[in-house]
């Protein structure tokens, strides 16, 4: 049986971007930015993005495309018969199923405030948050289970432009609402709050909750970038794809920035302790829903800010999804519909952990987040820098000699896989240890 794969280049960039602007764009970036220095913080986050991430995102869609296998058996195909990999490739099967099944939650949690944003009451009670990571589950099967091409792709194809413009259209909203008569602050006071740059901010705890923030927010290190990489086409440019959605998942984050954060100054009467103190999803479920009301047209704005946000979510929430649905696919010889249900009973169990009990859910995003993908972001390093060669990265840069790559930027990309990324993600490590 043929194997799937993206239909084109834009199908492949919308789905990796789908991957990567998620929840971590919309909530945590705004306030991470505004809190960390604004511009200062941003500058920061671009430099770790160009020095760090961008050789992070190259060398783990290359190893995907390289074997055109899910990402246990990439692996193991590139280093045959080194153990140690093959149990390294069991790590980006279990990395992605413990983010989905608190990442569901949250989505869950979006869509139960979608219904209410549009004047619904679901029933509500201890078993609620439970149902409704259910149903987001579900709905990210679903997608799933019609394939990369079918399901994956032709959703995001539709769903991020449609995603983009909703955004943009609320940051216009934020941006224009009036002065209230005899308040502090106004919507103007929120963008000098997000983009002023303030460079006495800026020590080793901003930097490193730049790239905590960037690493989270490329999907690095779970596995969905390596499952991704080998379905794009052999002929594609890796690095002008890896160079765009990082382009696009930071200007996603800064429309988002533009679109919370204004509305949070001119409506609140105390922007500032509301920032300063969210250092979880409160800013989004608990703020904003009281925010959206008292806007005019707010109730169709929170509509339309939770239905993006579920978008969002699903988009990312489908590329956990078909990590280990490619596993046990291709290695296990299920087939997709049989992968998908396995995929979503593992998940609801882990994620009705996590709905019942915050603090499972935070001990998983803790661990995943901080220590889990960072881990699975210095392996992949690790292994195109010192296992695969570097004729093996400018043959994928340069898609099996299909365009021109100097020989310069090839001997930057490698030295910044070898040593540089490495040590970056080494000391964020050693940091968190000593925090
Ligand atoms: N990048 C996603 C976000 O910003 C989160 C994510 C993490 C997606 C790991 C896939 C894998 O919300």
């Given amino acids: 049986m043929q194997r799937d794969s993206f239909g084109s280049r834009f199908g492949a960039l919308v789905v990796i971007a789908g991957s990567a602007v998620g929840l971590g764009n919309i909530w945590r970036f705004p306030y991470m930015a505004g809190t960390n220095g604004g511009a200062a913080f941003i500058i920061l986050y671009l430099v770790f993005v160009a020095l760090i991430c961008f050789p992070c995102m190259i060398a783990e869609l290359m190893i995907g495309r390289r074997s055109r296998s899910?990402?246990?058996?990439?692996?193991?195909?590139?280093?045959?018969?080194?153990?140690?990999?093959?149990?390294?490739?069991?790590?980006?099967?279990?990395?992605?199923?413990?983010?989905?099944?608190?990442?569901?939650?949250?989505?869950?949690?979006?869509?139960?405030?979608?219904?209410?944003?549009?004047?619904?009451?679901?029933?509500?009670?201890?078993?609620?948050?439970?149902?409704?990571?259910?149903?987001?589950?579900?709905?990210?099967?679903?997608?799933?289970?019609?394939g990369v091409q079918k399901g994956i792709e032709r959703f995001s194809k539709v769903m991020m432009p449609l995603l983009f413009i909703i955004v943009i259209l609320i940051a216009i909203r934020a941006l224009t609402l009036p002065v209230r008569p005899g308040a502090e602050y106004s919507a103007a006071d929120g963008i000098a709050f997000l983009f002023r740059p303030d460079f006495s901010k800026i020590?080793?705890?901003?930097?490193?909750?730049?790239?905590?923030?960037?690493?989270?927010?490329?999907?690095?290190?779970?596995?969905?970038?390596?499952?991704?990489?080998?379905?794009?086409?052999?002929h594609d440019n890796l690095a002008k794809t890896a160079g765009q959605i990082a382009f696009f998942d930071l200007l996603f984050a800064i429309i988002a920035g533009c679109a919370i954060i204004p509305a949070v100054f001119a409506l609140k009467d105390n922007p500032l302790a509301i920032l300063s103190d969210n250092t979880d999803s409160a800013l989004v479920f608990?703020?904003?829903?009281?925010?959206?009301?008292?806007?005019?047209?707010?109730?169709?704005?929170?509509?339309?800010?939770?239905?993006?946000?579920i978008l969002a979510a699903l988009t990312s929430s489908i590329s956990q999804f078909e990590v280990p649905v490619s596993y046990l696919v291709e290695e296990k010889g299920?087939?997709?519909?049989?992968?998908?249900?396995?995929?979503?009973?593992?998940?609801?169990?882990?994620?009705?952990?996590?709905?019942?009990?915050?603090?499972?859910?935070?001990?998983?995003?803790?661990?995943?987040?901080?220590?889990l993908m960072p881990l699975g972001g210095l392996l992949a390093l690790l292994f195109v820098g010192w296992v695969l060669t570097r004729g093996d990265l400018s043959d994928e840069l340069s898609s099996g000699g299909t365009h021109k790559v100097g020989e310069r930027f090839i001997a930057v990309l490698s030295f910044a896989i070898r040593y540089l990324a490495p040590v970056g993600v080494i000391a964020v490590f050693l940091s968190q240890l000593f925090s």
């Fill in 70 to 146: 899910n990402a246990p058996t990439s692996l193991r195909a590139l280093a045959p018969g080194r153990r140690a990999w093959d149990w390294t490739g069991k790590l980006f099967i279990i990395i992605p199923i413990l983010v989905l099944s608190y990442y569901c939650v949250i989505g869950g949690v979006t869509m139960e405030f979608f219904t209410r944003s549009l004047g619904m009451n679901p029933p509500s009670g201890n078993w609620s948050p439970v149902v409704w990571t259910a149903v987001f589950l579900l709905a990210t099967g679903l997608i799933v289970v019609f």
């Fill in 203 to 234: 020590d080793g705890k901003t930097c490193l909750a730049a790239l905590g923030q960037a690493f989270f927010s490329l999907s690095l290190g779970s596995g969905v970038l390596m499952t991704y990489g080998s379905y794009i086409r052999p």
């Fill in 286 to 309: 608990n703020i904003l829903p009281d925010v959206f009301p008292q806007m005019p047209l707010g109730s169709l704005v929170g509509a339309f800010f939770f239905f993006a946000l």
């Fill in 334 to 371: 299920l087939s997709r519909t049989v992968a998908c249900a396995a995929v979503f009973c593992i998940a609801l169990v882990l994620g009705m952990a996590c709905a019942l009990r915050p603090k499972v859910m935070s001990a998983f995003d803790g661990l995943c987040a901080n220590w």
